[in-house]
């Protein structure tokens, strides 16, 4: 099943047969003191550097989140979407929890964006996917619920299943749902990983649909957080995700390394002109 | 199926519920001028630095290996054998083409060693497997023949089921062979790396041996190589490998990392301990 996004001038298609799907995670305040007191005195051209930045790096679309303390969502998440649309042709994942945001946001975002996030409650569905439905928009489905992030893979196929289902019933095809099969710190359950690899290979062959990996929640509180997350990258891919929100400077050269490995990458082409394209930059090399 | 390899004091056991085993690679004049140079001087000094070494950055067993021009391996290569295992207790790989010098370091080595290696050619199986028979060692089989690597993973099986056999003709149980299912460069052939995979699975569904992987050719001639190297290796886990030659130094924190994400480091104390080995060592930390 193939996903199929689009900017104003680009088209972008998710799908198991296709190179891995980076989403640039940076346009987002949580953790990130400087970017939140910028977006509360409305200073949104360091929104816009972050896109460009991050499209050089490798980024096929970008999340923009702006929900900090002190900012208005319904007012700040369109004109920062249209901003970014202004500087980078790619496809956007509209990230916020409040559905007028989103609404907004949809109404001025060029093309089919991506919608940030849905989740198995019931309160969600209603909230979120009608909004998703009425712009024609994908969404990101997050196998939790009212009791929480289930400790085992087929509590989460069951609840990536009501997703799923609530949304046909609104006329939202599969398609345009990705699942998020999400990971807690291997730091704390030494499972964690192994459950959400196993989420994957499920939701996959039960409904064909695309999945999208968070890579660095994996490797909280633990020492040398970026090898368990390439590692981490690197398991989902060959486990069946096909997109992961991520940070592009960081984990672009590990997944064109494993879209290689997995035979995706035909003359090593995208490999090598990425790593053309980081040379020109100067970016240091591994 | 389980490959237990003895040094004097330890025990090493190789198998699918464990963790990854790393052989450590670094003794072995082959493309390296200053060791090729040491050996022929016969500063046999350098093979122990290179051993301890080895050892502190996570080797598990050492592969042993001084065939270089100018030197007689049938003399050196157990002379070599015993002045590493007087300074490091783990059990050692003996890298040798010559038969001679195999079984003279086999008749010094301590424990139970492993024998690098048997390919599935007849000359290869006839020279190499009744010597690993005689001192009760284990072997690596490499899945070529007189025909070279075969492109298909089916053939690669084929080959592996030969040396099997052979083996289990002249008295060697199939958990004394651990297979290598080879892997060429993924520049020259972008399947290269699929088919390695491709054979791990199959080999171990067919005979549920213990695999080995060698992780750099991989990389050949392209830029970034560690990044290849790293998710190679961790894919190569992932698909039932169990242990690899490779550089300790570079590689042990990627393969501690999977087996972690893997489920097989409960309360990541593995990892843990084998960071705070690297900082105590002042290693740079990724």
């Known amino acids: 099943m193939e996903t199929v996004l689009r900017s104003k001038g680009r088209e972008v298609t998710i799908g198991a047969d296709r190179p891995f799907v980076v989403i640039g995670e940076r346009i987002n305040p949580t953790g990130r003191k400087k970017l939140a007191a910028a977006l509360e005195a409305h200073r949104l051209e360091v929104v816009q550097e972050l896109a460009q930045a991050q499209v050089e790096a490798g980024a096929d679309v970008l999340d923009v989140n702006v929900g900090a303390a002190g900012v208005d969502e319904r007012a700040l998440l369109p004109e920062a979407v249209r901003l970014v649309a202004e500087i980078v042709d790619v496809p956007l994942c509209l990230d916020s929890a409040d559905r007028e945001a989103l609404a907004a946001a949809l109404a001025v975002a060029p093309g089919k964006p991506l919608v940030n996030s849905v989740s198995g409650e019931p309160a969600s569905l209603e909230r979120v996917l009608p909004v998703v439905r009425e712009f024609g928009a994908a969404v990101i489905g997050l196998t939790l619920d009212e009791g929480g992030i289930p400790p085992d893979a087929e509590k989460r196929l069951a609840i990536a299943g009501r997703i799923l289902e609530y949304a046909a ?118």
Do not use: M
């Open 169 to 286: 019933r609104i006329g939202i095809p599969a398609e345009n749902v990705i699942i998020d099969p999400l990971v807690l710190t291997v730091g704390a359950d030494s499972q964690a990983a192994r459950v959400t690899l196993e989420t994957i290979e499920l939701v996959r062959r039960e409904f064909g649909v695309n999945l999208s990996l968070g890579a660095s929640n994996v490797s909280f509180g633990l020492p040398e957080r970026p090898t368990i997350n390439q590692a981490f990258l690197t398991l989902g891919i060959a486990a069946g995700a096909t997109c992961a929100i991520t940070d592009p400077a960081k984990l672009t050269p590990t997944i064109r390394a494993t879209d290689l490995l997995l035979g995706r990458d035909p003359y090593a082409a995208r490999f090598i002109q990425h790593w053309r394209s980081r040379a020109s930059r100067g970016v240091d090399q591994a």
